[in-house]
């Protein structure tokens, strides 16, 4: 651990690039930043209903947390459950969703789930599988469904924790999200811990705060160490 040379060794005496001992070491240090640092969110209260913690995920798709926690307040206070919500116009939803940018067929497909929803009667399937087949459901919602929901460590896979890890850990594919195993597989590990909401939660702020898209602050990173895209591209080799 702490060199380029040490993560090539592991790599060659662990084909598959996972080193468990690391995993368990990135998860304490990610936990113990994230108690320090942590930013709060009106989904992330114990008390959010599970309503509330699909409808920000729904929500939370290719939008910036900042634009939905702004937003939030209104849109909870128009809809604050699956009957509200199965009540509305499809033109509604449409109207609302723009105020965060969000484009006509987000509030389509939100219709959709309002009136799938509406037709169980407000009670979410059991099965993950049943859940991404319902609209607005894919394989991002379905885990957050699966974490937060069933309480089972589920990896909350989109861009940012993608980034943070492949950078880290020097494994992002150039295939899609959906079709990159070796992510979906890593991030699993990442996140099986007792504690694997916090940690992913974690992980999406770190991302957010330190390890951003465009001008990371790796100097004031504390994975730089052990971080191959810092030491092939900004550190010492
Ligand atoms: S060293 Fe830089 S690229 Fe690596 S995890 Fe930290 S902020 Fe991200």
Not at 8 to 26: C, H, K, S, W
Request: hydrophobic letters at 40%; one cysteine or more; glycine letters at 4%.
């Amino acid at each position: 651990m702490g060199s380029l040379n040490d993560f090539l060794v592991r790599e060659q005496t662990n084909p598959m690039g996972y080193d468990l001992e690391y995993i368990a070491l990135f998860q304490s240090k990610i936990l113990e930043w994230f108690q320090e640092n942590r930013r709060d969110f009106p989904w992330r209260r114990v008390d959010a209903s599970n309503y509330e913690l699909i409808i920000s995920e729904v929500l939370l798709q290719r939008t910036k947390a900042e634009y939905v926690a702004n937003f939030y307040p209104t849109f909870m206070a128009k809809y604050p459950d699956w009957e509200t919500l199965g009540a509305a116009t499809e033109a509604s939803l449409i109207a609302i969703l723009s105020a965060i940018g969000l484009q006509n067929q987000k509030g389509k497909q939100l219709y959709a789930l309002a009136q799938e929803m509406k037709e169980r009667k407000g009670i979410l399937p059991t099965e993950k599988n049943v859940v991404m087949e319902m609209p607005l459901m894919g394989m991002y919602t379905a885990n957050a469904f699966e974490l937060l929901i069933l309480k089972t460590p589920s990896p909350l896979l989109d861009v940012n924790m993608s980034r943070l890890l492949g950078r880290i850990f020097d494994k992002r594919g150039k295939v899609s999200l959906r079709h990159d195993r070796v992510l979906q597989e890593l991030s699993g590990l990442v996140v099986d811990h007792d504690r694997s909401k916090e940690i992913n939660w974690a992980i999406l702020d770190y991302a957010a705060l330190i390890c951003k898209a465009h001008k990371p602050k790796c100097h004031d990173c504390i994975f730089r160490e052990d971080c191959i895209y810092f030491l092939r591209e900004i550190g010492e080799m």
